[in-house]
Nanobody, 115 residues
Framework: QVQLVESGGGLVQAGGSLRLSCLASGSNFSPNNLGWYRQAPGKQRELVASITSDGGTSYADSVKGRFIVARGSTKGTLYLSMINLEPEDTAVYYC?????????WGRGTQVTVSS
């Protein structure tokens, strides 16, 4: 069973920054198959950032140039650095697999951006 624990969220003003962390543990997961999702109130969960085994990154158009995804040196760690945050970035952020079926979802970490 894979366990996903996200942390680092908080309340920031527009233009602020945050760095989210994800720790994946357990068996049967690939550290190269993790990405960041978010779910805003009343909206579907969306993939916002992912990173491939060779370090290639992909971002949703709405966060390009403001978010950076990176793997940590410890297996199963993933980070999301966010700058120039906007009220539209307010959501619960999750990490999970990008390809194939998702692992059981963690609790996520709440990011709230005030205007």
């Amino acid at each position: 069973q894979v366990q996903l624990v996200e942390s680092g969220g908080g309340l920031v003003q527009a233009g602020g920054s945050l760095r989210l962390s994800c720790l994946a543990s357990g068996s049967n997961f690939s550290p190269n198959n993790l990405g960041w999702y978010r779910q805003a109130p009343g909206k579907q969960r969306e993939l916002v950032a992912s990173i491939t085994s060779d370090g290639g990154t992909s971002y949703a158009d709405s966060v390009k140039g403001r978010f950076i995804v990176a793997r940590g040196s410890t297996k199963g760690t993933l980070y999301l650095s966010m700058i120039n945050l906007e009220p539209e970035d307010t959501a619960v952020y999750y990490c999970n697999a990008v390809r194939g079926p998702p692992h059981p979802w963690g609790r996520g970490t709440q990011v709230t951006v005030s205007s």
